[in-house]
């Protein structure tokens, strides 16, 4: 027990200090480490292999809604990013951009990939021609380069991992359809595979994507009060269409400018998981989407060899259905072995030793609530199905009891300032649509307008800020 404790020493408790919490997590459980190059990470195959997950169940999701994957160039000439105004405006501080080939100094700038917008639109004005051609329905899995100048491994680093999809659309309400459509399937991947609840809503103009016409966004809520913005969908309308000309003939015989979306998730997908649902061991990981779902550990005593067996053989028999790993090495405790795990969030453990053999029976101890069960070897294969499900299950209600607990809703702006500063987590307030009440609140609580939502957002009084007529009551929180 004392080694399992001092082992454990080396993540710092989330009471203490949640940011160095996140960071031991993160580099003890082997999910990532810092890079020679600033502001970059490297994705260890731990961390990797829950990103594969996710985008293997994200990828299946795009394709049953009838989206194909497709891939862009990196590098995208200057005057391509210059063509919409708004769009370059608001990406311009985080782009980093290539100047040279070789020791040839290049005759237009190249900016490395912030997003892809301007780039496939460039295509799409060559492929689109008939409303035969419509709708187009593109996704593309890639890195990204933004010059962050704080970075935090996940969340925002210099390049990070994700999918952007693109489409086109003959109308308005067609691509309203497909925004909407995308959000809802974010929203189903985040709840049903990562066991994380979130929030539907739409941005405020303020907070919506550089040249969108409406920006849509699922909100997810971290231990530590503070909301991540987890997915967004944006409706970007006709502006892309009218700057780089993608018309088409109609049936009517008209030539007719595109309505465009563009949606996205990313490997800030990971920090929201680590931050959901750890605990002061460590991660605790959703079964859907752990890379090792039940580790089994040999608890050899007497007689090692009949237990090394025994556990092969489990192994072998569980691995057609569950993604399972056994623990051979010799060098490390049983006792140091179990905190390894708890600590690296794998959601089940299969202890065996030599009375469990003897007795064709094993003991099953579950990372999120600790429970041990004692069952029968011939049970396993069932009793392990139910059981990672109801971790899943699980998982999910105890994220939810933190949202409903931790988001509050207020009337004046005293009770505001209080909640926001002491208590975090969602505050609901009334909210009159001005920029610059929302500008105003930021400035003084560094609470932003996380979302208008869709469910509860008629106001039943005045602005929290200024006492005027509220359009909305929204959601506001301190944010990553």
């Given at each position: ?64 809604t009838g989206h194909k994957n497709a891939y862009f160039p990196l590098f995208i000439p200057e005057s391509l990013l210059q063509k919409e105004a708004e769009h370059v405006e608001g990406f311009a ?158 049936t009517d015989g008209q030539l007719k400018y595109v309505w465009q979306t563009s949606w996205g998730v990313s490997t ?213």
């Amino acid at each position: 027990m004392e080694e399992k404790n001092q082992y454990l020493k080396e993540i710092t408790p989330m009471d203490e200090d949640f940011s160095q919490w996140y960071i031991d997590t993160i580099l003890k459980a082997e999910l990532a480490d810092y890079s020679t190059v600033r502001g970059c990470i490297v994705f260890r195959p731990y961390g990797y292999a829950i990103w594969e997950n996710m985008q293997q169940l994200l990828d299946r999701r795009f394709k049953e809604t009838g989206h194909k994957n497709a891939y862009f160039p990196l590098f995208i000439p200057e005057s391509l990013l210059q063509k919409e105004a708004e769009h370059v405006e608001g990406f311009a501080p985080e782009v980093a951009w290539v100047t040279h080939g070789g020791s040839d100094e290049l005759v237009e700038r190249l900016a490395v990939r912030p997003t892809s917008e301007t780039i496939i639109c460039s295509m799409y004005s060559k492929w689109i021609k008939s409303w035969r051609d419509l709708p187009v329905l593109i996704n593309q899995w890639a890195n990204v380069v933004r010059w962050e100048k704080s970075t935090r491994p996940f969340l925002r680093t210099s390049e990070f991992l994700w999918q952007e999809g693109h489409t086109a659309h003959r109308t308005e309400e067609e691509a309203e359809e497909e925004t909407l459509r995308m959000l809802e399937v974010y929203r189903d991947f985040v709840e049903t595979e990562l066991a994380i609840p979130v929030i539907k809503g739409r941005k405020t103009e303020n907070e919506k994507f550089a040249g969108a016409l409406r920006t849509y966004t699922i909100e997810a809520l971290m231990k530590d009060g503070k909301a991540l913005q987890a997915g967004t969908s944006h409706n970007l309308g006709q502006h892309f269409a009218k700057v780089f000309d993608i018309q088409y003939l109609d049936t009517d015989g008209q030539l007719k400018y595109v309505w465009q979306t563009s949606w996205g998730v990313s490997t800030r997908l990971i920090g929201a998981l680590i931050m959901v649902h750890g605990d002061n061991k460590g991660l605790k990981i959703p079964p859907r989407i752990a890379p090792v779902q039940a580790i089994i550990i040999p608890i050899p005593g007497q007689e090692s060899e009949k237990v090394f067996e025994k556990a092969k053989e489990l192994s072998a028999g569980l691995n057609s259905r569950f993604r399972v790993e056994v623990d051979f090495n010799d060098e490390k405790t049983p006792g140091w072995k179990f905190s390894e795990y708890e600590m690296k969030g794998v959601p089940l453990r299969i202890e065996i030793g030599p009375r469990d053999v003897k007795n064709d029976q094993v003991v099953l101890v579950r990372r999120d609530t600790g429970e041990k069960m004692v069952i029968s070897q011939d049970a396993l294969d069932v009793k392990i199905g139910e059981v990672l499900e109801d971790i899943q299950r699980n998982m999910f209600t105890q994220a939810r009891a933190f949202v409903e607990k931790n988001t509050r809703e207020v009337h004046s702006f005293d009770e505001f300032k209080e909640t926001i500063e002491n208590k975090k987590g969602f505050v609901k307030a009334n909210w009159c649509g001005s920029t610059e009440c929302e500008l105003a609140i930021k400035d003084e609580t560094m609470a932003t307008i996380r979302c208008i939502p869709f469910e509860g957002s008629e106001p039943d009084g005045g602005c929290v800020h200024c006492g005027n007529r509220a359009t909305k009551k929204v959601i506001f929180a301190r944010s990553y």
